[in-house]
């Protein structure tokens, strides 16, 4: 069986946000000397150091290191005798006073440097030939669109070595048929659509003595009328989805038409007026586009995501290290890796996001022996072997260079194989400045490191940006209890040992705007995640922060002790590096609670801005504004899984409170296998109710679920309101402008989405906690104790409903029936029921079962049985 994640915070990077818990790193020593120091001096007090007002005395490493309080400190006009090489390099950029600390200006784009060189992997130098390359790739390298479709276009460039190669001038983009109409500049390029022409190659990009192109499909323009043309894509790759299912529902759920897509992934279904429109297929997960104007978008284009949990893989192996030279301080390594994140991180499942949990031993004594953490992180001491890590990958596209895949195009279509980028956030962490309570039960260990981390010098980031993996059937997916623990990685990590990684050398804050409430309280605590969008493979991360909402809990972050501001969060993060330069720098803040509510939900509001570049401010002086507001979270959720009315809902209705400024609401119902059902809605019909259609026959029905013994399960169910630039509700531009061939595009919808507010509800379960087996003895009148989670327990404002404990057999036992509506302690999910006094006999049943406020079993049923013996 898959092993439950714990709740993600963010609502996407919601979700690796949650798990920067701990983790490993390339150069974990100290900072690296900018020496040349006068003589290794060791010391107790900063009068041991040659001139304490130039050089302090390290506690943790007892040596004396460089001082600074202002930038000019670290030049040799002010060190004289004592000044630092690397300050002052003809050439050089100089140092910047980090942390008191002088360290090497590290650059941040093209701009930063003089006229004649760029920047690369952090520092300036002449811009590379076009000469070195040796291959290229276009992403998308498969589109299949409609006249009047723009479409943009990256080329990633490698030298001999197999290095990525980003050059400034050079590469030359080519039209080769009157199917595209554009062009480029440097690595992008951007065209549009326009006449029809079955699959060929399109579009040309030359880089030096490389070229390589995409191919490209133009449908007809016209669209027969009566009805829709439904394109069906892979959202991740481009390729069509042939013999996909679109299905054509009424208001109340019901069939009313349903064709199959063809090898190009199109078809026509009968339909006008406002109807449901969706596609299903197996391998994929299932999209409805609910209340669809079919007689004004009448050409549509929808784009599914496989099954997440259906093929497993990614890269694995010890993490990464250098040798130390100058270091003697006993460190804690800390590190977390992984591979870039495609879309929001909520369309993928929290197995392929971050990894299945491990127990990891911790090397510190803090009173706790062991921590529960995703594959891609570890921890470790200085002078001691790096652990393996692992970090699942997401299908997407591959080349035949990948060992084991004999035809790339297969693979791909298969969702065999993919690229993305890998990562790494490193760093060493002296255990004379670790807090006292930084493993304490209880604590947070992502804000702990998103505090610790800003403050230090010593981490640093690294990247591979051709990651290439293949995934293979996941085992147990057969009997729908996908085991990803057991899954097997066949790719190494791709991180070369002899690459150190970029210090994270950009300390600023960020001003983070009020936070939300969700039931009444503030959310608890803030994330910031800076990253870079890389096209074709995801998200990537750069660096961190963090801060927490406790004193007071009001509507902005706690102040941070360097800053001294309430609202403001510290960052540090690195810049593009390893082939990402150019690309644009992302925020991702995440405000979310520390703790799950007792019902199971997990409540988190997300911003994603554009940050121009980083900045070095660590003092905060020039806060990062994102311009951005955090979406209230959806309220009143409710779902009715009965096919039959129940309540104020209709059998099958969706119902929801959302934020007024949201474009789009989506609904995903998940299985226990990772196969989702993702609704599509205007945030103006939520509040009315919208009905989820009956998929047609042959497709499992996903708002379902079938525990160990077969019995129907609800789903779980998670709601997402999501604010998307370039469309305006006001003017109707809800989801079926959005897939509309005119429109913007569902595959963009990661890239033009600025904030997300997301409710995860739990699915309702209830379990016996005494007697803990069946055949047990129990005494006359004795007490019972059931947990129930995902559920709310009471019969007042805000209560779900009660727990109802019926019996079975013996004397005086039949026809009884006990009531809980109330835990016996706050938060525990826990009620206990007094038995009668008069109720004995041998193999009595106990069946606790989960009802409504109207006392009716909840439907699905929710409910276990116990057999005893009551002398």
Same mark, same amino acid.
Not at 154 to 173: C, F, N, Y
Not at 746 to 759: F, K, S
């Given at each position: 069986m898959s092993h439950p994640p714990r709740p993600l915070a963010l609502a996407c990077l919601a979700c690796v946000?949650?798990?920067?818990?701990?983790?490993?790193?390339?150069?974990?020593?100290?900072?690296?000397?900018?020496?040349?120091?006068?003589?290794?001096?060791?010391?107790?007090?900063?009068?041991?150091?040659?001139?304490?007002?130039?050089?302090?005395?390290?506690?943790?490493?007892?040596?004396?290191?460089?001082?600074?309080?202002?930038?000019?400190?670290?030049?040799?006009?002010?060190?004289?005798?004592?000044?630092?090489?690397?300050?002052?390099?003809?050439?050089?950029?100089?140092?910047?006073?980090?942390?008191?600390?002088?360290?090497p200006v590290v650059c941040a784009a093209d701009t930063d440097c003089d006229s004649g060189t760029v920047c690369r992997d952090g520092a300036c130098g002449s811009p590379p030939s076009e000469s070195r390359a040796v291959a290229c790739e276009v992403t998308p390298d498969v589109v299949v669109g409609t006249p009047g479709m723009t479409v943009d276009f990256?080329?990633?460039?490698?030298?001999?070595?197999?290095?990525?190669? $980003?050059?400034?001038?050079?590469? =030359?983009? !080519?039209?080769?048929?009157?199917? &595209?109409?554009? /062009?480029?500049?440097?690595? %992008? *390029?951007? $065209?549009?659509?326009?006449?029809? =022409?079955? !699959?060929?190659?399109?579009?040309? &990009?030359?880089? /030096?003595?490389?070229?390589? %192109? *995409?191919? $490209?499909?133009?449908?007809?323009?016209?669209?027969?009328?009566?009805?829709?043309? &439904?394109?069906?894509?892979?959202?991740?790759?481009?390729?069509? $989805?042939?013999?996909?299912?679109?299905?054509?529902?009424?208001?109340?759920?019901?069939?009313?038409?349903?064709?199959?897509?063809?090898?190009?992934?199109?078809?026509?279904?009968?339909?006008?007026?406002?109807?449901?429109?969706?596609?299903?297929?197996?391998?994929?997960?299932?999209?409805?586009?609910?209340?669809?104007?079919?007689?004004?978008?009448?050409?549509?284009?929808?784009?599914?995501?496989?099954?997440?949990?259906?093929?497993?893989?990614?890269?694995?192996?010890?993490?990464?290290?250098?040798?130390?030279?100058?270091s003697t301080a006993v460190s804690l390594r800390v590190g977390l890796m992984g591979l870039s994140v495609p879309g929001l991180p909520t369309d993928l499942a929290p197995e392929s996001f971050l990894g299945p949990e491990h127990e990891v031993a911790l090397p510190v004594g803090t009173g706790q022996d062991r921590l529960s953490l995703p594959s891609g992180s570890a921890l470790w001491l200085t002078g001691s072997t790096a652990p393996d890590v692992a970090a699942p990958g997401v299908a997407g596209v591959c080349d035949g260079s990948l060992p084991g895949v004999l035809d790339a195009e297969l693979a791909i279509r298969t969702g065999a194989c993919g690229t993305r980028t890998a990562w790494a956030l490193t760093g060493a962490l002296p255990l004379k400045e670790l807090p006292l309570n930084l493993m304490a039960p209880g604590t947070d260990p992502l804000l702990q490191l998103g505090q610790l981390l800003p403050g230090s010098t010593r981490f640093f980031s690294a990247l591979s940006r051709d990651a290439r993996f293949t995934l293979a059937p996941t085992p147990?997916?057969?009997?729908?209890?996908?085991?990803?623990?057991?899954?097997?990685?066949?790719?190494?990590?791709?991180?070369?040992?002899?690459?150190?990684?970029?210090?994270?050398?950009?300390?600023?804050?960020?001003?983070?705007?009020?936070?939300?409430?969700?039931?009444?309280?503030?959310?608890?605590?803030?994330?910031?995640?800076?990253?870079?969008?890389?096209?074709?493979?995801?998200?990537?991360?750069l660096g961190l922060g963090a801060a927490a909402n406790v004193a007071p809990a009001d509507p902005n972050t706690d102040a941070d002790a360097r800053l001294g501001r309430p609202g403001l969060v510290p960052v540090r993060m690195a810049p593009t590096h390893r082939g990402l330069e150019g690309l644009p720098y992302r925020l991702v803040v995440s405000a979310t609670s520390g703790d799950q509510a007792e019902d199971g939900t997990v409540a988190t509001s997300t911003l994603v801005a554009n940050l121009p570049r980083p900045e070095f401010d660590p003092d905060g002086v020039q806060p990062v504004d994102a311009g951005l507001s955090f979406l209230s979270l959806p309220e009143s959720v409710r779902y009715n899984f009965d096919g039959a009315p129940r309540g104020e809902l209709v059998g099958r209705e969706f119902q929801a409170q959302v934020d007024g400024r949201a474009s789009v609401v989506r609904a995903e119902f998940t299985n226990r296998a990772g196969r989702r059902w993702t609704v599509l809605m205007d945030p103006d019909d939520t509040d009315d109710g919208v009905v989820v259609p009956r998929p047609p026959p042959g497709f499992e029905d996903r708002t379902f679920d079938f525990d160990g013994v077969l019995q129907e399960t609800r789903a779980k169910l998670q709601v997402e309101a999501l604010r998307v630039r370039g469309l305006d509700r006001r003017m109707g531009q809800g989801p079926s402008r959005l897939v509309a061939t005119e429109?913007?595009?569902?595959?963009?919808?990661?890239?033009?989405?600025?904030?997300?507010?997301?409710?995860?509800?739990?699915?309702?379960?209830?379990?016996?906690?005494?007697?803990e087996a069946d055949g047990q003895r129990l005494a006359r009148g004795s007490a019972v104790r059931v947990s129930v989670s995902g559920f709310r327990l009471g019969t007042g404002s805000g209560g779900e409903g009660q727990v109802r404990v019926s019996m079975r057999g013996g004397s005086g036992c039949n026809d009884q029936a006990l009531f809980a509506s109330a835990p016996i302690a706050p938060g525990r999910g826990e009620v206990e029921l007094q038995l009668p006094a008069k109720c004995s006999g041998l193999g009595v049943s106990l069946v606790a079962t989960l009802v409504d406020l109207e006392g009716d079993p909840l439907r699905p049923l929710v409910t276990t049985t116990r057999q005893v013996d009551i002398p």
């Open positions: 946000l949650l798990y920067l818990s701990g983790c490993g790193d390339m150069d974990m020593g100290p900072d690296s000397p900018v020496g040349p120091f006068p003589q290794v001096t060791y010391c107790s007090v900063d009068q041991d150091c040659p001139d304490p007002s130039l050089f302090f005395c390290d506690s943790a490493t007892s040596r004396c290191e460089p001082a600074c309080l202002t930038r000019e400190d670290c030049g040799v006009a002010r060190r004289g005798p004592h000044a630092l090489a690397a300050c002052d390099e003809v050439g050089g950029a100089g140092c910047q006073c980090d942390m008191n600390r002088c360290v990256h080329v990633w460039v490698r030298e001999s070595t197999g290095a990525p190669l $980003v050059l400034r001038d050079g590469v =030359a983009w !080519e039209v080769l048929s009157p199917s &595209v109409v554009g /062009g480029g500049d440097g690595h %992008h *390029a951007s $065209v549009v659509l326009s006449e029809p =022409a079955s !699959e060929h190659q399109a579009l040309a &990009v030359r880089v /030096g003595n490389v070229s390589c %192109h *995409a191919r $490209v499909t133009v449908l007809p323009a016209e669209v027969a009328p009566g009805g829709v043309r &439904v394109l069906v894509v892979d959202a991740l790759t481009g390729r069509p $989805v042939p013999l996909a299912v679109v299905a054509v529902s009424a208001d109340d759920g019901g069939l009313e038409a349903a064709m199959v897509t063809n090898a190009d992934g199109a078809v026509w279904v009968p339909a006008e007026g406002e109807v449901a429109l969706s596609a299903f297929h197996s391998d994929y997960g299932y999209l409805t586009l609910a209340r669809h104007d079919a007689s004004q978008f009448r050409d549509v284009r929808m784009a599914l995501r496989r099954n997440p949990l259906d093929r497993f893989g990614g890269v694995k192996g010890p993490f990464p290290t250098l040798t130390e030279t100058f147990g997916i057969l009997t729908g209890e996908p085991d990803t623990r057991a899954a097997e990685y066949a790719q190494a990590l791709p991180f070369e040992r002899e690459t150190p990684g970029v210090r994270l050398s950009f300390p600023f804050a960020v001003r983070v705007p009020p936070l939300p409430q969700y039931r009444g309280a503030h959310l608890d605590r803030a994330y910031v995640l800076a990253t870079v969008a890389v096209p074709g493979r995801g998200m990537v991360p429109g913007l595009g569902a595959e963009r919808l990661a890239d033009l989405t600025d904030a997300v507010a997301t409710l995860s509800v739990g699915r309702p379960e209830v379990t016996w906690r005494h007697p």
